[in-house]
């Protein structure tokens, strides 16, 4: 993992390969040109204060995402300027804001892939800003290289950026310190997710996943519990072993407890923890099943965040539920027209067995339910119906308590993670009646996620309030890297569920 200091070393005498300034486009109320963002101040005095023109004249812009390189100039210990854009100038009186600065920093971060050290000095105003561009840096020097030569031998081919020194920043104040240290613990757990998500389902698969728990659980002084497949059948969990009995690598159900004794309040998190679902007996065709192991990003994410909450040593109870299976087509693979007997006691007829998410998630939610925390949040790859809704950089959120759906929203959007609400209409309810059990497990193709979501409501216990998140979209990038997002696994969701935790811990969610 990359290290992370803040340092008050001025640019010219700072040993770094690399100096990161901002730049951004200027107000048109003003000239409307180039903007050298404050931080950059030194920079800008030893271009005798003309580094605008010479940015311009490289035909920088200050578009976010844009990256212009050029020499240091003299006198500077540093061999090269980086100007990463910032998008539009603020308004007047007003500073960037933390997802500006978080995807100039990640671009930034990428854009010094193999180098060892460099000193960013973006604009900075607060610890906010600090903790943002920390993130940024952090979440934009990432690549996954296990498989490859170099993850070996990291000379054969580019580590990522290996130091960021943070300019500006105040390394006595007790705010900045905090806000850095929350950035490194957020951010390297959501490294670990995406590395979780990137790893090939044949090396992850449930029992893989719940011993990388169980190893972060003594880690971290978090409790972990794993009910193998033995344990399953004893407790009555249908849903999961329904899912997961097509497959050679059994199930599990794993349960993580992080207590603090100052808590007082208790949030439980369920993941969707599908290692690889090829759809079963409803098998998908080719072309739909090359990214599937990524379907266990939802569990990947509650488990980085209960992990990330330990670290911060946060004054709230969190229990993780991963829901773990792997979805296969085999002569014990549960098929269409099977009907399960669910954790909660409930029946489900499987029309299609490649709607399996919602059935481990069901047994999951009820056995979150039994502890009657104050709210539980699922996160889940749910269906493509999302995706086709909204896209692939936006989750979708529904909850059983339309101020509980705003507040998750409200969180997402503060910590850079596009969403949006969604309904759970009552009349889709009726589409998932079936004649054998007391639901099927599809309904109308029409508004399928919401279908989804409907299904998982009535495994959620009575009165508790209750929020679903279908990631399907944003989990995982197909597309190039932009900002602080790599190619891959992204982590979404990790840092929606931290901030919930902290609102929770302060008491200010619900
Ligand atoms: N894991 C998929 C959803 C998905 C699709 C995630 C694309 C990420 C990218 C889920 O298990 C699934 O197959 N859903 C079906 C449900 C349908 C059969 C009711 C879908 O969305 O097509
Ligand atoms: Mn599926
Ligand atoms: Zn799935």
């Keep these: 993992m990359?290290?992370?200091?803040?340092?008050?070393?001025?640019?010219p005498g700072l040993r770094a390969d690399a100096i990161?300034?901002?730049?951004?486009?200027?107000?048109?109320?003003?000239?409307?040109?180039?903007?050298?963002?404050?931080?950059?101040?030194?920079?800008?005095?030893?271009?005798?204060?003309?580094?605008?023109?010479?940015?311009?004249?490289?035909?920088a812009s200050g578009a976010e995402g844009e990256v212009t390189k050029l020499p240091a100039p003299s006198g500077f210990k540093t061999p090269l300027v980086v100007a990463v854009g910032l998008g539009p100038e603020p308004e007047k009186d007003s500073s960037f804001d933390a997802e500006a600065l978080r995807r100039a920093a990640g671009t930034a971060a990428r854009a010094l892939n193999g180098s060892k050290k460099a000193a960013f000095a973006l604009p900075l105003t607060d610890a906010a800003d600090a903790g943002a561009i920390a993130e940024g840096a952090l979440l934009g020097a990432y690549s996954f290289?296990?498989?490859?030569?170099?993850?070996?031998?990291?000379?054969?081919?580019?580590?990522?950026?290996?130091?960021?020194?943070?300019?500006?920043?105040?390394?006595?104040?007790?705010?900045y310190k905090a806000a850095v240290e929350r950035a490194l613990a957020v951010s390297e757990e959501l490294n670990?997710?995406?590395?979780?998500?990137?790893?090939?389902?044949?090396?992850?698969?449930?029992?893989?996943?719940?011993?990388?728990?169980?190893?972060?659980?003594?880690?971290?002084?978090?409790?972990v519990q794993v009910l193998d497949d033995k344990a399953l059948v004893k407790g009555g969990y249908g849903g999961i072993l329904g899912v997961g009995g097509g497959s050679e690598a059994k199930p599990r159900l794993v349960k993580l407890s992080y207590t603090s004794s100052k808590a007082k309040k208790h949030l439980a998190l369920v993941g969707k923890g599908i290692t690889y679902d090829s759809g079963g007996i409803s098998l998908k065709p080719a072309g739909h099943n090359e990214t599937m192991k990524c379907d266990m990003s939802g569990a990947a994410a509650v488990f980085a965040a209960v992990v990330a909450v330990a670290r911060l040593g946060l004054e709230v109870n969190v229990t993780g539920w991963l829901a773990l299976a792997e979805n296969m087509p085999s002569g014990s693979a549960v098929r269409p027209g099977d009907v399960l007997r669910m954790y909660s006691g409930k029946t489900v007829e499987v029309l299609n067995t490649d709607a399996e998410g919602r059935l481990v998630l069901a047994d999951a939610l009820w056995a979150a339910s039994e502890e009657k925390p104050d709210a539980i949040v699922d996160v889940a790859t749910l269906t493509g119906a999302m995706m086709l809704a909204l896209g692939s950089r936006t989750y979708g959120i529904m909850a059983n308590d339309d101020a509980f759906r705003s507040a998750v929203h409200e969180a997402a959007?503060?910590?850079?993670?596009?969403?949006?609400?969604?309904?759970?209409?009552?009349?889709?309810?009726?589409?998932?009646?079936?004649?054998?059990?007391?639901?099927?497990?599809?309904?109308?193709?029409?508004?399928?996620?919401?279908?989804?979501?409907?299904?998982?409501?009535?495994?959620?216990?009575?009165?508790?309030?209750?929020?679903?998140?279908?990631?399907?979209?944003?989990?995982?990038?197909?597309?190039?890297?932009?900002?602080?997002?790599?190619?891959?696994?992204?982590?979404?969701?990790?840092?929606?569920?931290?901030?919930?935790?902290?609102?929770?811990?302060?008491?200010?969610?619900?």
């Design 145 to 175: 290289d296990a498989y490859k030569e170099n993850g070996k031998d990291p000379k054969k081919g580019k580590a990522p950026l290996a130091e960021v020194a943070l300019l500006g920043g105040k390394p006595r104040d007790r705010a």
């Design 20 to 59: 990161v300034i901002g730049v951004a486009k200027g107000a048109a109320s003003r000239s409307g040109g180039l903007v050298v963002a404050p931080g950059a101040e030194a920079v800008d005095k030893a271009y005798d204060g003309k580094l605008a023109g010479v940015l311009e004249t490289l035909g």
């Design 2 to 11: 990359t290290a992370l200091t803040l340092s008050t070393a001025a640019a």
């Design 413 to 510: 959007e503060e910590v850079g993670e596009p969403a949006w609400p969604m309904p759970l209409p009552e009349h889709l309810r009726k589409g998932m009646e079936s004649p054998t059990a007391d639901i099927a497990n599809m309904g109308e193709r029409m508004g399928g996620g919401l279908v989804a979501g409907l299904f998982l409501r009535e495994f959620v216990g009575e009165g508790i309030t209750w929020a679903h998140l279908d990631i399907a979209g944003p989990a995982f990038n197909e597309g190039g890297p932009f900002g602080y997002t790599p190619k891959g696994g992204t982590g979404t969701a990790v840092r929606t569920l931290v901030r919930l935790a902290e609102l929770t811990a302060s008491g200010d969610l619900g």
């Design 192 to 223: 670990r997710a995406r590395d979780l998500i990137n790893t090939p389902p044949n090396d992850l698969y449930p029992e893989a996943f719940a011993a990388v728990a169980q190893a972060a659980g003594k880690e971290h002084g978090i409790k």
